[in-house]
Every structure is written in C-alpha cells, then in structure tokens.
C-alpha cells in the first residue's frame, strides 16, 4: 500500500533498487544529490544532473521534462553517503518562454517505487509560490536502514541558492553548468509521448487536457506548461490536447485545479455529462502460445485519431525501452568480459600456457552467450513492435499519414484542426525496420529549423551545399503543405521570405497554387516588409489578450494561425530585422505566428552569440537522414527521416490545388 506522505513524513524503504518517478504540470529539470551523513555535498562529483547524469548509484534525465524516472541504487552508495536529496528546478530564463515560479504550475507528484513499478511512498508538493526550485524529497540512511522523507523546501533563487544552502562550494558554477546543458537539451528533444500504466498493457491511458508548452520554449512538445492561449484556429489547451498528467495518487491527493487557479469540479466523478467513447476495437482471440494480433487504435481515448495519437507514442516508447534494455544488457557483458580477463591477467600462472586461453575463452563464450540472449528478447520484441507498424501505418489519418499512404489521395479540407501534425519518421539503428511517426501537437508551440548546413548522413553518402540548400527548401515546403492541408480553409495562412530568390524552384508547388498569403518577399525592402507586419500582429493580439478583449482588434484582422517561412538567412537581414526575427521566434507561437527558418547555422555566425537563442528556441529538423534527436528517457540518438513526397508524385500539388479552391470559396 502506497504511504502518502506530507511534508517532514518518513517511511522505511525495504528495497535497494528503487525508482523515483516526477510528474509536474511544466518542465522541470531533475537533479539528485549525494550528502554525508550531515546533509552536506563535498563537491560536483556528488551531483548527477543533465551534464553528468550518472553517479555511483544514481541516473537522472540529461533534459528538461514534465514527466522523470530517476534510478537509484541504496546499495551501491559508498559508506560516505548518508543522504540522497532529489532537487527540482524550473529551467533558467534563456531556454524560452515557461513559468518563473512553481506558484505559477500545478504541484510537482514524486513517487518512490520498486522496480516493478509498485509505489512505496508519494508526495504532492503543495504550498509553492515564488520558489524556482526545491528540494522534493530526500532518502536518508539512519542505523544501517534506508528511509524516504517529504522535505518540500523551496528556493527562490534558484538551482544556485539551493546548492548554496546544500553546502556545495561550487553551487553557483555548477548550476550555470546545469542550464546550460538543459538549454542544449532543447534544440534537439522529441515531445514525450503520454504515460502508459503498465508494461504489459498496450491500452495507452487517455491523458487530461494540456495546459499549453519543451517547445514553445521550455519543454519537448507535447509536455503540458502554462502559456498565453493561441488566438484564432483551436485554443492551445483545447478540445483534443492531451499530454502526460501528473499521476497524483489516492484520495488524499492535491487537485492541480486548485495549484494553477483553475475552476475546481465539483460533479460526482461517477457522473457524465457527455456519452462515454466507442470501445476499441479488439484483437481476435490469438492461438495457444502466440501473441496476440495487434489492432489500430487499441489504445484509449475518445476518438480513433486519439487513440492512434497514443498508440503511436506507446511504440515509441516501447521501442525506446526495448532498445535501451539491449544495449544495457551488451554493456553489462561486455564489463563483466573485461573484468574477467582482467583477472585473468593479474594472475601470473594464467598469463601463458593453456590454462589462460581457456579462460579467454571462457570469458568471451559466456559474453557471446549473454549477448545472445539479449538480442533474441530484442528480436522478439521487435517482432511484435513491426506487426503493431504494419497494422497502424495504414490506418492513420492524413495528419499522422507519409505522403505515400493512400489517405492523401482521398483527401478532403478538413473542417478540424487534427491533434498533432506528422514532421517525419524516427528509428533506431537496431531496429532498422520499424520507422516510428514523429507527430508534432498542434497549434505549433515551437518554431522549426530545417538545417541546410553541412550534414553526415547516417547512410554514409555525400551531398553538396547545392543540393543541401535546395533539399533542406523542399522538406520546408512539404512541411508548410502539411500544415496547410490540415488545418479547415482560412485558418492557416503562409508567407514566405526569400531575399535572393534562390528558393523559386523548391517553392513553386506553394507559388503555383496559389496558396501563399503574397508571393515571396525578395530584397532587403520585402524582408523589412513581412517582418514588420508580423511583428505588429503579435503586439496587437498581445495587448488584446492581456486586456482581456481578444475581440477588439481591428476590423478585417485575419484571426488564422500565421505560418513565416525564412530562406536563405541571412543574407537581406540587418540588425533590426534580426532582432525582429527572434521576437517572433519567442512570443509568436502564444499569439499564433510561427517561424519556420531554412539556414545555416555557420553562414550566420558573424553575429555571434546574438543567434545562439533563437537556434535554441527552434526545434532543429535535417533535410537528409541524421541521428541528431534524443529521447526524454534515456537519451537515445533517434536518426530522424524528413517527410518528403516520393520523387515522381503528385499528390503535393493535388493537395494544394484543393486547399486553395477551398480557400477561394472560404474568402468569398
């Protein structure tokens, strides 16, 4: 049974191997602290965080999240430790828009629990306001045995204050060093995909409605934070957003209603006021020792795109795990092969003759053999996980669908906006045969950034600069076309800067249907132009929002979500237009303008760090097969593969030409 502590509780711990799990309503970075038998840290080294996280006995997250799985082991701390503190802290200014104070999000949950997932002890960190960081919970060792207590002490001043008051010396260069790696982490992380209740159970639980964005600056999208709502096409926490949900356990619980000042329900949990959603659709009864045959849209939620939204995610993460077992158990055989020849060799009567060759080889059958064993669990696994892609690829919707699946033929302008958006395919090398949908949620909280710079393809080949300009501006454009085929008619609108005219062939399919709000901005004039006008829309819908009159913008304002694409940058931007731009890359998602930037980073390295937010605020997409995304978990190098349309097709100009008659009429 699950001890629900409250702040300065205790509870035994009667295992060794535990787990703590974190869920909080906003991103929040996770660190873990080893202390004497005082409290006190002596020095970095006793510190696992997103630089370094992994310490004798400890492994935290390497990024920013709302939801962690810190692993400890109680017997593999040295005599010297005492004390394990678990510290939470809001990402540093720099990284992007996000709250400043705890006060500001729902209560962070943390739960200590077994390895097979069975909780010992929760706590709800209630009572924050101006904190950005605390000190959540702490194991202490006391008479030989191990104890978990709710501390819940907050700090306003940050990671640095709290290291401070830890003890550490080096508490201010340490925390630098931590927001620095969290800021890292940003430019190159995938949304985290919804909790699942169990490792077993394929039905992915249905998640609460988000709040709004590790996208929009602070967070992987997807994870829910607070921010200003879009203004025009679907609210950032509305109808159909879901994200992970802290998993506040009992009765005696806190409601994160009440922790962000929403309105609380007081309706009897048992009743509905809406019908409850269709079964899933299940699984004919397998045979007698087989698996059985996976369904599309077996998980939960109340629509099948929902369920196929989870389902997909639950893949991800299933593959994640899979994977990440695998390579741990090849790593354990190869340090257990290593130390047995070590041994081998400390021993002067086994380092010639026969006796210590076949200890060699002993030790390299028994590797060889764990490896083995290890690979076929992975095999078996992935057996399971291609069945499950070869049933849900066929059945997504056009949002979630490759250009080449059939539902774009039958495509009709929705009159919805869809859940999330797909960016392209992820997988691991292996497991080169399953490639998992990289589905972004949607409105957009974070802008993109096609990299058209110097790339190393996974697959070993070579491409120019030429062809890496032109082929970064075509995923560009298929990105846009995506973006405009699922939004319903008027409510997505395009501009396009393209100073020097370089990107007229990639852009045709846009220019050529006439989907384009304008046709593309050329010279430094139509730079100044688009710019300024984005950048007075997002000053209007700001004051409007925060007056709280979103309906006094003036007459004729196109309400739609407004999409910038940038080539070539930066050639045609001066300083004014450069500072605009990173404007719009900070405060446009909230208000519903986003920045989609085609470039390379070195080409605009004359302006020094000035860019380096704006690259990080950005999530970073190649235009060619690389292994450049991380997973909220363990890390894991994702190659990402760009969703281009098959060379030949044309089902991108059969879409557009539906999406500007739609347009047209919507217009009329």
């Not at 081998?344 to 064993?373: F, K, M, N, W």
Request: net charge negative.
């Amino acid at each position: 049974m699950t001890a629900e502590l409250v702040r300065g509780q205790n509870h035994p711990l009667s295992q060794s191997r535990l787990e703590i799990r974190v869920s909080a309503g906003t991103p929040v970075v996770a660190v873990a602290a080893l202390g004497d038998e005082n409290g006190r840290i002596h020095g970095v080294e006793w510190v696992a965080h997103p630089g370094a996280p992994t310490q004798p006995g400890l492994e935290v997250s390497r990024q920013a999240a709302a939801d962690h799985r810190l692993a400890v082991d109680l017997d593999a701390m040295t005599d010297a430790v005492h004390r394990v503190s678990v510290l939470l802290a809001l990402p540093a200014p720099g990284g992007g828009p996000g709250p400043a104070r705890f006060g500001a999000v729902a209560a962070p949950f943390v739960a200590v629990t077994g390895l097979d997932g069975g909780e010992i002890a929760s706590y709800t960190i209630t009572g924050l306001e101006a904190e950005s960081a605390v000190v959540a919970l702490e194991l202490y060792r006391r008479q030989g045995a191990w104890k978990v207590r709710a501390v819940g002490q907050g700090y306003a001043g940050g990671l640095a204050d709290l290291l401070t008051d830890q003890g550490l010396p080096e508490a201010v260069p340490l925390a630098g060093t931590i927001n620095e790696a969290v800021a890292r982490g940003l430019a190159r992380s995938v949304q985290a995909p919804p909790p699942r209740p169990a490792d077993g159970d394929r039905s992915r639980q249905p998640a609460a409605p988000a709040l709004g964005p590790d996208q929009g600056g602070t967070a992987p999208q997807g994870v829910p934070g607070p921010v200003a709502p879009s203004y025009g096409g679907q609210p950032a926490g509305g109808p159909g957003q879901t994200g992970p949900q802290p998993a506040y356990g009992g009765a005696g619980a806190a409601d994160p209603s009440a922790a962000t000042g929403g309105p609380i329900d007081y309706s009897h949990p048992g009743r509905r006021n809406s019908a409850p959603p269709p079964p899933p659709p299940t699984a004919p009864p397998a045979q007698p020792g087989q698996p059985a045959q996976p369904v599309a849209g077996d998980a939960t939620g109340w629509s099948m795109e929902e369920r196929l939204y989870n389902q997909v995610w639950g893949m991800f993460e299933d593959l994640a795990r899979t994977t990440a077992a695998y390579r741990s158990a090849v790593d354990f055989a190869e340090s257990r092969m290593d130390k047995e020849l070590e041994q081998t060799l400390s021993d002067p009567r086994s380092r010639i003759g026969g006796q210590g060759d076949a200890a060699r080889e002993a030790a390299r059958a028994r590797y060889t053999h764990l490896v083995d064993q290890a690979r076929e669990v992975l095999d078996r696994d992935l057996v399971q996980l291609v069945a499950e892609a070869d049933v849900v690829e066929p059945a997504l919707p056009p949002a979630f669908a490759r250009w080449d699946n059939p539902a774009w033929h039958a495509y009709r302008v929705p009159m919805e906006i869809p859940m999330a958006l797909r960016l392209g395919d992820l997988r691991l090398p292996e497991a080169d045969r399953i490639r998992i949908p990289m589905l972004l949620r949607l409105p957009l909280e974070r802008g993109l950034w096609i990299d058209s710079g110097r790339a190393d393809p996974v697959d070993g080949s070579f491409t120019d600069s030429h062809d890496m300009r032109r082929l970064a501006m075509e995923t560009a454009v298929a990105h846009a076309a995506r973006l405009l085929a699922v939004y319903p008619a008027g409510e997505f609108t395009v501009h396009v800067i393209d100073p020097a005219g370089s990107g007229a062939q990639p852009l045709a399919p846009l220019t050529q249907t006439g989907v384009l709000a304008a046709p593309p901005a050329q010279g430094a004039a139509g730079v100044t132009d688009v710019l300024g006008r984005l950048t007075q829309r997002v000053d209007l819908v700001q004051m409007a929002l925060r007056g709280g009159a979103p309906d006094a913008l003036p007459p004729g304002f196109d309400t739609s979500q407004q999409l910038l694409i940038v080539n070539d940058f930066p050639h045609g931007f001066d300083d004014r237009a450069v500072n605009q731009l990173r404007y719009l890359a900070d405060e446009g998602p909230a208000v519903g303008v986003h920045l989609m930037m085609v470039a390379d980073r070195e080409e605009s390295a004359g302006y020094g760090p000035l860019l380096d937010p704006l690259w990080r605020s950005l999530l970073r997409l190649t235009p060619v097969p690389d292994d450049h995304l991380a997973d909220p978990w363990v890390g894991h190098a994702w190659t990402y593969e760009p969703p281009l349309v098959p060379p030949g097709s044309q089902v991108l100009h059969q879409v557009l030409t539906q999406v500007a008659a739609a347009r047209r009429s919507w217009d009329r």
